[in-house]
């Protein structure tokens, strides 16, 4: 059995258990944009924080034959900068707002 199936009946199981117990889920709105990019949205307006997280369809699997490491290259990049900014400065302006930034690439998303 592989791990992702693994996880998601895990996952399933909790949920399922959870709902059962009364755990009830936050609504989230799906918003998407003409690009096809899909956004889904929480708002907890009681708490003075703003989260995001960005999820590229791609990974490993899609790395083009005989380029393997491709999508891990191209994630590492991101943390480089960008146009006029150099890593330094982008993780400067990222800290001075109380932010972080991390990627990574795996096998598939």
Known sequence: ????????LMFFA?????LAQGVTLPDVTRVVLDNGTVLLLH???????VGA????RGGA??????RSGLSSLFAGMLERGAGER???DFA???D???????TSAGLSR
């Open 96 to 102: 001075a707002v109380g932010g972080s930034l991390s």
């Open 86 to 88: 150099s890593a330094a």
């Open 14 to 18: 909790v949920a399922e258990a959870g």
């Open 53 to 56: 997280q960005v999820v590229i």
């Open 92 to 94: 400067e302006a990222i």
């Open 61 to 66: 699997t899609t790395d083009p034959e005989g």
């Open 43 to 49: 708002e907890k307006r009681d708490v003075p924080l």
């Open 1 to 8: 059995m592989s791990r992702l199936f693994a996880a998601c």
